[in-house]
């Protein structure tokens, strides 16, 4: 039976990785690139960029690039006629601890071709900084705000690149890095009264709070004349 | 029993409370009257964050009714509420919310912790989890479980019907008192935070009484911050 065969549950069996251990960052195989047609165009066309490419939980590509090049290759991902990745379903990060560099994945999904392909941009912990994608696709933009606050990731070009699920205010650091602590660096009553603190009128205009847009100013179209008498009743 | 039915004769009519030639006044206690209103119309702030509040919305519903104690209209206005009942988990984002709604309610007003979350922080023994909403706002009933049955709602609710009745309306300046300074600031101080805290989960300041591990912020020069 090859390692191809294998279903998506068998992978979950082996169980997860320690975080602490060394050797690869990830629990995929090395794959044949002509398994997956955008693997093979994207080696064609991005060469060295194109670093790895593996196949985890049975069918999911991953392809891990060069993380200065990442917005040309998700553009050309997006863009190509043969690929044309037009649904952004995650932006997430991997921090798998032991210095190991932090991973951004992109999730991507081609409703045309009804294929997905997992994008990976490995970063090293000295230097997370990445170009955004929000240009790309816009639901980028909440997704990489989250990597922002949990993994502290700098999106280059980001619109609003603000905490978003942490208070405004936090002052912790980001915590879903591995080097974290779980209770969090302050203590129990000083995360209390800075929770009591916040100024909640400082970080959320009532635009926030209430609606998304602001109220529009309806114009309807001039009615027509009325034409002969006892048309306007 | 804190009607008294007065004489026959005094005020009797044609048609009285209780029939012809009985009385038509009553005589009572002030406070057992005004108890008496509060305890068997208390207006409950649903304040629900998690499966508590599946719980609660059982507890609500036809099977089990909480109407029949009262708890007639769920008031989604805390301006008209009489009973906090925080249901779930609160974060710590969400503390000076539950803060403001609790300020936001009129006195007298009571409060229910319901579940093991909202209590004590439940398993939720991290970094952005409330460790019992008693550190925010001043606790009258808890709830045990996970979720609590709505029995057990039920009965938290009718404990607080309980500790209604045997109050006084002496009392009320000393139950009620509020410092307007206080307002929106913890209501605990930080010794009494950590010994809130301390005993339910492996908490901080256990960490901190062992010396195991380091609690005080940590200087990080690269976290960006925007």
Do not use: M
């Given at each position: 039976m090859s390692q191809q065969a294998k279903s998506g549950l068998d992978a979950v069996d082996e169980g997860p990785v320690?975080?602490?251990?060394?050797?690869?960052?990830?629990?995929?195989?090395?794959?044949?690139?002509?398994?997956?047609?955008?693997?093979?165009?994207?080696?064609?066309?991005?060469?060295?960029?194109?670093?790895?490419?593996?196949?985890?939980?049975?069918?999911?590509?991953?392809?891990?690039?060069?993380?200065?090049?990442?917005?040309?290759?998700?553009?050309?991902?997006?863009?190509?006629?043969?690929?044309?990745?037009?649904?952004?379903?995650?932006?997430?990060?991997?921090?798998?601890?032991?210095?190991?560099?932090?991973?951004?994945?992109?999730?991507?999904?081609?409703?045309?071709?009804?294929?997905?392909?997992?994008?990976?941009?490995?970063?090293?912990?000295?230097?997370?900084?990445?170009?955004?994608?929000?240009?790309?696709?816009?639901?980028?933009?909440?997704?990489?705000?989250?990597?922002?606050?949990m993994f502290g990731v700098t999106f280059r070009g980001h619109p609003d690149l603000r905490r978003i699920l942490m208070p405004m205010d936090y002052a912790e650091g980001h915590p879903l890095r591995k080097d974290f602590p779980l209770r969090g660096r302050f203590s129990r009553a000083e995360q209390t009264r800075r929770a009591l603190a916040q100024d909640l009128e400082k970080f959320y205009t009532p635009h926030d709070i209430e609606i998304g847009r602001e109220p529009q100013q309806v114009t309807l179209p001039a009615a027509p004349a009325p034409e002969g008498p006892g048309a306007e009743s | 029993m804190g009607l008294n039915l007065p004489g026959a004769g005094a005020g009797a009519g044609p048609g009285g409370l209780f029939g012809p030639g009985s009385p038509t006044f009553l005589t009572t206690k002030i406070d057992f009257v005004v108890n008496w209103a509060r305890r068997e119309s208390m207006w409950p702030m649903p304040f629900g964050t998690a499966c508590c509040a599946i719980e609660m919305m059982a507890a609500f519903a036809s099977d089990f009714d909480l109407s029949r104690f009262g708890m007639e209209r769920m008031s989604f206005s805390p301006r008209q509420a009489d009973v906090l009942i925080c249901a779930g988990r609160v974060p710590y984002k969400l503390a000076p919310v539950l803060r403001r709604i609790w300020d936001q309610m009129p006195q007298p007003k009571w409060c229910v912790s319901m579940g093991a979350c909202a209590s004590t922080g439940g398993v939720f023994d991290v970094y952005s989890m409330v460790q019992g909403i008693d550190t925010i706002v001043p606790v009258d009933v808890y709830v045990p479980g996970c979720p609590p049955r709505p029995e057990g709602l039920i009965y938290a609710l009718m404990m607080i019907q309980e500790k209604v009745r045997q109050e006084s309306l002496a009392q009320h300046y000393e139950l009620r008192a509020e410092d307007p300074s206080r307002v929106a600031s913890p209501r605990a101080s930080e010794a009494e935070v950590v010994a809130l805290s301390g005993p339910f989960g492996n908490s901080t300041q256990q960490n901190q009484l062992v010396g195991g591990a380091e609690v005080k912020a940590a200087p990080r020069s690269d976290d960006p911050t925007p």
């Open positions: 320690p975080s602490d251990a060394a050797g690869p960052a990830s629990a995929g195989v090395p794959a044949d690139p002509a398994g997956h047609p955008s693997v093979a165009g994207l080696i064609a066309r991005f060469g060295p960029a194109i670093v790895h490419h593996e196949v985890s939980a049975g069918d999911q590509h991953v392809v891990h690039v060069a993380p200065t090049r990442n917005l040309e290759i998700l553009g050309w991902l997006r863009d190509d006629p043969g690929a044309r990745y037009d649904l952004l379903a995650d932006v997430t990060a991997v921090d798998l601890g032991g210095g190991r560099p932090l991973q951004v994945v992109y999730q991507l999904w081609s409703i045309p071709h009804r294929r997905g392909l997992r994008v990976k941009c490995l970063l090293a912990l000295d230097a997370l900084e990445i170009d955004s994608v929000v240009g790309l696709w816009s639901s980028a933009d909440w997704l990489e705000r989250e990597v922002y606050d | -």
